[in-house]
């Protein structure tokens, strides 16, 4: 589920539009917010996915009891699961070529 999220944030403008409505929740600029804004900016960003499969991955990312969330650390996640997922996609399409 990680690495269909991660796929998905590597086109077009989705991962942008992500990290910049995590920026917009945090003021701080600490790299965390709310745990609501944080599922409220993934649900909004990540349209591939069932909102239930979402909702389990981002559950099992952000704690109910934590009110913070550090989105930093769960877009290098995605992003580094997403880059895998893309190398082997494009390793089995050069194979079939």
């Given at each position: ?43 909004d ?7 239930a ?26 992003e ?18």
């Open positions: 589920m990680i690495r269909s999220v991660g796929e998905q944030l590597l086109v077009g403008s989705a991962k942008w539009d992500l990290q910049q409505s995590f920026r917009m929740a945090d003021p701080s600029h600490s790299g965390a917010c709310q745990r609501d804004e944080f599922l409220n900016s993934a649900f960003a990540v349209r591939g996915l069932k909102p499969d979402l909702m389990k991955l981002l559950m099992a990312f952000a704690d109910e009891y934590d009110e913070m969330v550090s989105y930093s650390d769960f877009l290098r996640l995605v580094r699961q997403g880059q895998v997922g893309g190398l082997e996609y494009h390793q089995q399409q050069m194979a079939i070529s």
